[in-house]
Nanobody, 116 residues
């Protein structure tokens, strides 16, 4: 069963913080790198942050120093802590594993809106 459920989005003022969560089915999570992606209005989806099964991370330049990706392998969860949010961070945020990307599967995403 393929399952990705993102949560934690919302409306936040510039400079604020949000923590996104993603629950994944075990077969789509265990042993795979996980990533957070976002799709701003009218733009293509882009990678924000990625974490391997061993915990190595990499970030888009726009996220470096502000966002932190983490995972809990025991719970099949991946998180994105977002600090110092900017209006340009407004987007629908999605999580995905390397496996779900191979399958072309995306969850429903969670909307993040940064506005005063």
């Amino acid at each position: 069963q393929v399952q990705l459920v993102e949560s934690g989005g919302g409306l936040v003022q510039p400079g604020g913080s949000l923590r996104l969560s993603c629950a994944a089915s075990g077969t789509m999570f265990s042993g795979y790198a996980m990533g957070w992606y976002r799709q701003p209005p009218g733009k293509q989806r882009e990678l924000v942050a990625r974490i391997t099964s061993g915990g190595s991370t990499n970030y888009a330049d726009s996220a470096k120093g502000r966002f932190t990706i983490s995972r809990d392998n025991a719970k099949n969860m991946v998180y994105l802590q977002m600090n110092s949010l900017k209006p340009e961070d407004t987007a629908v945020y999605y999580c995905a594993s390397d496996r779900t990307r191979q399958l072309g599967y995306w969850g429903q995403g969670t909307q993040v809106t940064v506005s005063s």
